[in-house]
């Protein structure tokens, strides 16, 4: 199977998520920015920090199949463990909004992020092995030091939540304040395989 076909499968169901989160978000009932803020605000803020998270993932996948030339089965199943947990978002991020960011649903929204990102390495793997270790892909991912740090925020994260100031709310905010961190850290896409596209062209 050519890339091309997961690719356009893969943004579709991005899509869809996307479609499905926005749809979440409570219209005001009034016609002020005060009544925004106080129906939908929260809500926003929670949107748009999924909404980051999966333009992040859409962004990297797409350029990692870039420098990708082929599509084993494992690539496919691998693709398809992303999928699934980047389609928890709309629930994560919904129960998280209403429950006014309580302990647990912040937690599961970390846990949420930790999986998607556990997933995105799975793959990232699966397609270096699917084209062997001298492949473009694998020389300029290199160390990922991004790759590896991630991680330790998301953990951070959620055990702040868990466990720091069990009856208050510092906890979650030094949770979700991990996990702002992470997506500022990617929000920039990864100039290293854009660069060697323009260097050596796609494989395709």
């Not at 991005?14 to 926005?22: F, Q, W």
């Not at 990232?124 to 270790?133: E, F, R």
């Not at 492949?135 to 939540?161: E, N, T």
Request: aromatic fraction near 12%; charge should be neutral; glycine fraction near 10%.
């Amino acid at each position: 199977m050519r890339t091309s076909r997961l690719e356009a499968f893969s943004d579709g169901v991005l899509a869809i998520i996307i479609t499905v989160m926005v749809l979440e978000l409570k219209i005001p009932e009034g016609h002020t920015f005060a009544d925004l803020w106080h129906t939908t605000g929260k809500g926003l803020l929670s949107y748009l920090l999924s909404f980051v998270y999966v333009g992040i993932y859409w962004n990297n996948h797409h350029h990692m199949f870039q420098l990708a030339r082929r599509v084993t089965g494992g690539v496919l199943w691998a693709n398809l463990g992303l999928l699934f947990c980047l389609s928890l978002f709309p629930f994560t991020t919904a129960w998280m909004d209403e429950t006014d960011y309580a302990r647990f649903p912040v937690v599961l929204f970390g846990a949420n992020l930790l999986a998607a990102a556990c997933a995105y390495v799975v793959l990232q793997w699966v397609v270096i092995q699917a084209h062997g270790p001298d492949s473009q892909l694998r020389q300029v991912i290199g160390w990922d030091l991004k790759g590896k740090i991630s991680p330790l925020f998301y953990l951070v994260g959620i055990l702040s939540a868990l466990f720091v100031d069990t009856h208050g709310k510092l906890g979650v905010i030094i949770g979700t304040g991990c996990y702002t961190i992470v997506a500022l850290i990617w929000i920039v896409p990864d100039r290293r395989i854009g660069r060697a596209v323009r260097e050596f062209g796609s494989p395709d």
